[in-house]
């Protein structure tokens, strides 16, 4: 198959997003919301045909599966998306230079951007909102596991872009197979930038193999740890509520570190967990400080490799460590600069580790489960970035806008 047609369209689609007004895109994502809403038994009816092609027990299946609840969570995205200011056309700079030229450094889109990912329909939603409020085309390659989702939630935004006599391929899914992939890696001209969401080995072939600029949307290996003077009910509830709220989005905790002083308390902090059917794999010191009180069949001892793992699953690791020193010391040889988090009553512990974490997002006596692009209210997000340059944690509207200089003279020339 010849890709190059779909590269060249979405790029000839881009020069036409300029004529668009702020108040024509808004109202295009309010209707897209409304239209998700109302075509939701047709895109359940094609989703159901991508379950049923995965086994429930597969990591990814709840971010494959959609429910009227989550449509309508998307749909509501896209009209906060809508309700944003615009990033666009913003002066970041104006200065008159002595010689009377004028020069302003103004927002404007990256253009053509890629996006791949594997099965998470919402994000063909989110992406398209997010580029088309910063006037930018997408290019998506999402993974055959969700090929019908992709394509009835594509059906659903061409439909209202055709009411609107707007170029359908500001949008354009490429067909699922793998060398749509290989091609889209090769896009060097036509595509801007790429971004890919989904398992570490798929970052890590997209970075190895792209030869266009990448924006890394990395896994997250999350940590919390449970300080000397950690309270122990909000330990409890926010450890509880990082590894089960979803466990397989990349802000799930993954590792416990508790100081060793607080050991005794380790039983009751980790006791929801059990009512939530969490597998531990825990260290010498904290699986001896379990037994007897976690159960049997949810306790392992801990191997080496569970350690900077990222489950995406109800699994969790847990480790003693012997004071703030330790627990960064852990947190820096297997974070993956994602999510990290403390609970701590004690300030200057505190203050130290949101300091020296490096993180994309660091967290004191809260849950991980915040960092995501509507909670952080960007209305959506493309991604979470781990990378530090251009963007970092969620990226929304202004992560998707690059600016040029505008230089105004009046027959000025340069010695």
């Known amino acids: 198959m010849d890709y190059k047609q779909y590269f060249e369209k979405a790029q000839q689609a ?28 047709e895109i359940l009816t094609e989703n159901a045909k991508d379950l049923v092609r995965m086994p429930i027990e597969d990591p990814k299946y ?43 450094k103004v927002s404007v889109p990256l253009g053509v951007v890629g996006v791949i990912y594997e099965a998470r329909p919402n994000v063909t939603a989110d992406v398209f909102s997010l580029c088309f409020k910063t006037g930018n085309v997408a290019v998506l390659k999402g993974g055959s596991d ?167 699953s109800l699994k969790l690791a847990v480790k003693v460590v012997n004071n703030l020193n330790d627990a960064l010391n852990h947190i820096a040889t297997y974070s993956s600069k994602h999510s990290e988090a403390i609970i701590s009553e004690d300030a200057a512990n505190i203050a130290r580790f949101l300091n020296e974490v490096d993180a994309a997002a660091v967290y004191a006596n809260a849950s991980t489960g915040f960092t995501d692009g509507a909670q952080f209210g960007l209305g959506a997000e493309i991604g979470i970035s781990t990378q530090k340059l251009h963007a970092r944690g969620p990226m929304g509207l202004e992560e998707l806008t690059s600016y040029k200089w505008v230089v105004r003279g009046n027959g000025q020339i340069r010695g």
């Open 146 to 312: 969700a090929e019908f989702s992709n394509l009835a939630i594509t059906k659903v935004i061409h439909e209202v872009l055709d009411r609107h006599t707007i170029n359908r391929d500001v949008l354009t899914l490429l067909p699922a197979e793998r060398a749509a992939t290989e091609a889209l890696l090769n896009a060097r001209g036509f595509v801007d930038v790429l971004i890919p969401r989904g398992s570490q080995s798929l970052i890590n072939y997209v970075r190895e193999n792209s030869k266009i600029p990448v924006i890394e949307t990395g896994a997250g290996i999350v940590h919390t740890y449970f300080d000397e003077s950690g309270n122990l009910e909000k330990g409890k509830a926010i450890i509880f509520n990082a590894k089960t709220r979803r466990v397989s989005v990349c802000n799930a905790l993954d590792c416990v570190l508790i100081n060793e002083n607080r050991l005794d308390d380790l039983p009751a902090l980790l006791s929801p967990l059990a009512d939530g059917n969490v597998e531990l794999y825990a260290d010498e010191k904290s699986y001896a400080a379990l037994q007897g009180t976690y159960p049997d069949s949810l306790l392992n001892q801990a191997k080496p490799e569970h350690f900077g793992t990222e489950f995406l």
């Open 62 to 104: 709840d971010r494959l599966k959609l429910t009227t609840a989550r449509i309508e969570d998307i749909a509501n995205d896209l009209k906060n998306v809508a309700g944003l200011n615009s990033p666009l056309g913003k002066v970041l700079s104006d200065k008159t230079l002595d010689n009377q030229l004028h020069i302003q």
């Open 14 to 41: 881009s020069r036409t997003m300029v004529s668009l007004t702020k108040e024509t895109i808004n109202t295009v994502l309010t209707e897209v919301a409304a239209a998700l809403v109302a075509n939701a038994a």
